[in-house]
């Protein structure tokens, strides 16, 4: 198993749905800029599972050096890569607060992820998930420069899947609403529109094994969505959303 963005409780809580639920990697491949951080989890998986993990340091905000991963291939990538970054008026015209956004999000994602699927293509088996956003869905005033990335991504995924189908690699796209992580963490977030990891985890597995293309961790996204989606453009601009 590979896992990008392996610090995100999330991921981690994916990790722990999969392995509990019975299935076994020779090894999982930890993929982060952090890894000091990361090896609590690796021990943890250690402890808790006998499951061995590796480390792999990767900068998705540097130049990678692709032959240095050339050894790393598995049947199951996980992506939880996200920076939300900071969207208030100060942010938005921060040139670096944007391209960073921007970069890790899309820009820099989209070629590791390229350089994975291509080694599922040719091995005709195998399954992508990776952790867009309902940001994605419409470009809404209090967080567009994030939406608009994870409406990148989004995209790119559904041309991923598009083109992958034939070759027998399934691509999920995930959904989540508000998250109660790390990277939320002080944000007023209404408690009935927002799902612990592990809720993720669960939400995701179950999507994982029944091949769905798209997944929202909390169905009520789905609706909300829907409705924000169809909001007349004279109407949507004066809305504070």
């Known amino acids: 198993m590979i896992v990008l963005g392996s610090n995100s ?24 800029s952090n890894p000091e951080i990361t090896q ?19 900068n998705i905000e540097k130049d990678i050096d692709y032959g240095k991963l050339d050894y790393i291939s598995s049947n199951l990538l996980f992506c939880a890569t996200g920076f939300l970054g900071e969207d208030s008026e100060t942010g938005l015209y921060n040139n670096k607060n944007t391209e960073k956004i921007i970069n890790i999000n899309y820009a820099k994602l989209v070629p590791v992820l390229n350089y994975f699927s291509q080694k599922m293509e040719a091995k ?22 994030y939406g608009s990335a994870k409406a990148a991504i989004t995209a790119y995924l559904s041309g991923l899947r598009n083109y992958l189908f034939t070759k027998k690699v399934h691509v ?37 094994k029944s091949k769905k293309d798209v997944a929202y961790v909390l169905p009520i996204w789905f609706i909300i969505m ?16």
């Open 124 to 145: 005709r088996t195998g399954t992508l998930i990776v952790l867009s956003s309902v940001a994605g869905e419409r470009g809404r005033q209090s967080n567009f420069i």
């Open 172 to 208: 999920l796209t995930v959904k989540p609403g508000f998250m109660s992580t790390k990277m939320t963490e002080g944000l007023p977030l209404n408690p009935k529109l927002t799902a612990s990891p592990k809720q993720a985890a669960d939400c995701i597995y179950k999507a994982y």
């Open 40 to 58: 609590k989890f690796v021990k943890h998986l250690d402890v808790k599972y006998l499951q061995h993990a590796e480390i792999v340091n990767l």
């Open 226 to 241: 829907t409705i924000i989606r169809n909001i007349p453009e004279f109407i949507f601009k004066k809305l504070k959303l």
């Open 9 to 32: 409780e999330i991921a981690q809580a994916f990790v722990e749905k999969v392995i509990g639920e019975g299935e076994r990697f020779p090894v999982i491949y930890l993929l982060t």
